[in-house]
């Protein structure tokens, strides 16, 4: 699938830049899991640890964004918005580097965190 840089913005930066349906297509997309509210920031994080090459290449974007900005989101929003919104192309994990996924999601679960600190 492919997807603009506003919307891998948020899967990428962490910043919500997009509507909360995107990132569930995204992320949905990209693991081939059907991902729950609190699944989203551990599968970001799955993600940004397989260090793809699309990713590197948003990454590498969103990084030269900052910098010419000094990380002012709005700034940037409206930057991607009228001048600059590349879209990329991205695939969905490939079955050896979906794996650990499983594991990955209990082992860095939020809720399961939670839990334990409240032990």
Sequence with gaps: MKFSLRKLFSIVDGRLSTKMEDVYEMLNHITGESLMTHHLPVAMKFIESKNLPWFR???????????????????IMDYIKNQHNPIYEVPPLTDKEKEGLDEYMVENSLM???????K
């Design 57 to 75: 290449e948003v990454a590498k974007e969103i990084k030269k964004l900052k910098d010419e900005s000094c990380d002012d989101f709005s700034s």
């Design 112 to 118: 399961i965190r939670f839990a334990n600190q409240k």
